[in-house]
């Protein structure tokens, strides 16, 4: 056979990657990265206790994970005060993204999100078909008024806000998000990403019930958790919306000692709160590098900090590409105006002292 | 809002599962299982040095895995004798199963398989609109001829064959299939799954290019490599196709400790030969079990024994049901005529040695 019969849908997409992974640069580069502050994984690691449960379960790795996640669903229904009937547990946000749009998004159907938000969202509408209508920043914050006005406007079937928001770091309070949502159209699901709602400020959850049938929340072991490589996230919505997963979940596609780290994570909140506090401060050191070289940091209520570094996306590319040279694995927004900025995830105290040298080198360089 | 707008064929999908985990059997029998001999999974485990690599890699979980595995795309391509062009690797066979389905089939788009062969692509096929066309095992074998014909006369995108067999533990050579694809229909790509040739006779993997443009091979770190719950697998294809996965899977979707053991796993060469000396050790000796009981083992070249019980799909579902209540975990081929037969899986001395203990029992109770 010549050509394998693709779907038309599958011929028109491109080959496109959301993110091209630092391993990837590293490997171009020929070295690897000294500070790893591109992802905003969290270098503080996830808790012993789950380092220590994955180790263990490495040994049980002969057997596939439980396809139910009952034990990590029980927990976290616990911890969130549902039923483990309001929770769906999947390879990561991205995965549950992906599963979220199959069910919901066909050719034609339409979604709202915003101008430079999370791009892997985007990967997965075009990828069924679905036509993006896109929302400026206001403020250099996602605008739930105008993304519900644009909802109602299109007929959107899903409409996508982080809270707070990747990749400028902002937020909205919980009791905001809500009082915006009585302009959600009827018809349109809110996907509510809150992946780095563990280290904003209090009062950043959406205080919604479960049970609301208006939106599904995103949360992950990726970030605060420190287990981005295990690939934990999980969904909390109403029990028909979170059924509905099964109908086209990989069901046996859990990694078995995830599952055990993810679990001992969840239990070692002392854990986390010792995360919060580092990146506390190192969002706070982040901000006096930035402003010891003329700089502006952006508040942040994430595990990274958005540095407008005061001119045009093309120079703001510049800093980024001369940090990159130096070793320092750092990203930026896709869209203007906030491609002005970088985006430096929170790092050790080397990781931020090796930033430290390069970065009047990268303006330098930029400027020069 | 009422309910979300789930997309029609979302809509008109049942939420069922392929398959019920042991745990949730587990749960439901108030006691965990005396011998896991059910999912075909490998009780001799994973290379110690790839147990020692997820451990490790434990402590590195706060990084995502590389999203192109260009480590490991490398050494299975040296591995095969083919360039990393060759090969997507992907969670399990089953999550490749899906993209390869979404890339191909659509709404009424046909797809060829087997009466009673893998469920979980009949799960994808199902779940992307596909018509499904089941051909007859033909004593007790998949039928590749029958089932490239049926391919030409519906005008199949797909055919699945799995060689070796699973649920049946039977086989072709090699060279047969090979043979039997001249019959193959041009328009039609064949789904070679090989998940358990590593415990094969020589001469079972199919002797092609794998740039032949006619087929897509599957392949699995589940298995003999020992680390189902790791989620790994890879398929070896023409470039071309290969390429088409990036349109569409998650490309930071796999687990990095998973990554480093399977690299562990696939440069322990070694190890492979030992546990091949074991499964074939422990197929003798549930073929001894089996006959010790008046009962028929049926040839295999897996690491499980279909087991004749001798009378009709009843019969051997209440066998089942006996050793399932004795806390032997087993399971049956879905369809008729290959259910009179109980599926056993390889296991230890232990394991077998309970499942000696168990049958006869659960014979009397069928018989009874």
Known sequence: MSEPRYTPLAR???ATVPFVGPETQERQRGAPFVARLGANESVFGPSPKAIEAMARASSDIWMYGDPENHDLRDALAEHHGTTPDNIVVGEGIDGLLGYLVRLMVGPGDTVVTSEGAYPTFNYHVAGYGGELHKVPYKDDR???????????EVNAKLVYLANPDNPMGSWHSGA????????LP????LVLDEAYV????EGTAAPVSADDPRLIRMRTFSKVYGMAGARVGYAIGAPGLI???NKVRNHFGMNRAAQAGALAALRDQDWLATVQTRISKARTRIGEIAKDNGLVPLPSATNF????CGQDGAFAKAVLESLVEQGIFVR????????RCIRVSCGTEDDLAAFTDALPKALAAARG
């Open 12 to 14: 028109s997409l491109p």
């Open 142 to 152: 996602e605008d739930p008024a105008a993304l519900f006005a644009k909802a109602a």
């Open 176 to 183: 905001d998000i809500v009082a915006a949502m009585d302009a």
């Open 186 to 189: 009827e018809g349109t699901l």
């Open 198 to 201: 563990e280290c904003a400020p």
């Open 243 to 245: 059924a509905a997963f």
């Open 305 to 308: 900090v958005a540095i407008d």
């Open 332 to 339: 930026m927004p896709f869209a203007a105006p906030q491609n």
